[in-house]
């Protein structure tokens, strides 16, 4: 396994239309994580997936954002009516559970690049 | 909410010295990760330390977990050009998800 693949590593939008980003985790994996990163700050937690089942939301995220794990395994996350703020680094990690623990190793994609024009 | 502190925000220094930085928060993690990313790409996972006090080794990095698992520190020696990039801490509560620092981001000069 080459380690966790996201696709398409860069996407420009025009405001107001709809995208969506495709993550494959390391196959062994049982979580999955969405984070949002722009310039000059550390990664945002946005929602996660044990499976298929997503356990957590972050807050903040707006209801324009919607994330899917079928068969947990791949996952995709959309942005519905994009906006310019929307512009960002979404990145996905997926994580194991170290043994005899109940600590998470996360592992992350390289990355899509959005950009809302 | 967890809020995890990093320090300095940014560091140049001249290759060849030995750099310091720092993660802090006021909440106790079950474990912590330290990353570097480079632009444009995903960070890279480091380390991760998960009792107080730990120590780990990697080549030239030493990397350390504060006695009550609020903090934690980077220690770089002898840095390389290479070195360069944005060092990340990520701490973890027991069942939660992963809260990240702002970053120190380092650049090493020829």
């Known amino acids: 396994d080459t380690g966790v693949s996201q696709n398409p590593r860069h996407k420009i939008t025009k405001r107001g239309q709809n995208v969506t980003f495709r993550c494959d985790p390391i196959s062994e994996h049982n979580r999955l994580y969405w984070y949002r990163q722009t310039l000059g700050q550390g990664p945002e937690f946005l929602t996660y997936f044990q499976n298929e089942a997503q356990l957590e939301k972050s807050r903040l995220l707006s209801d324009r954002f919607s994330a899917e794990r079928p068969k947990g395994s791949f996952s995709t996350l959309e942005i519905q009516r994009t906006e310019q703020g929307d512009s960002a680094m979404y990145l996905c990690?997926?994580?194991?559970?170290?043994?005899?623990?109940?600590?998470?190793?996360?592992?992350f994609g390289p990355g899509t690049r959005l950009t809302v024009t | 909410t967890q809020l995890l502190e990093q320090s300095p925000q940014f560091l140049s220094i001249q290759e060849g010295e030995n750099l310091t930085v720092y993660c802090n928060s006021s909440s106790v993690f079950s474990s912590l990760q330290w990353y570097r990313q480079e632009p444009g790409e995903g960070p890279v996972l480091l380390v991760t330390v998960v009792t107080g006090g730990e120590v780990k080794k990697l080549k030239r990095l030493t990397f350390q977990f504060g006695d009550a698992r609020k903090d934690s520190s980077l220690h770089i020696t002898a840095a390389q050009t290479g070195d360069t990039g944005l060092y990340l801490c990520a701490g973890a509560q027991y069942g939660q998800n992963f809260v990240f620092g702002p970053g120190t981001r380092l650049s090493v000069l020829p």
């Open positions: 990690a997926s994580s194991f559970r170290l043994a005899g623990g109940p600590v998470y190793e996360q592992y």
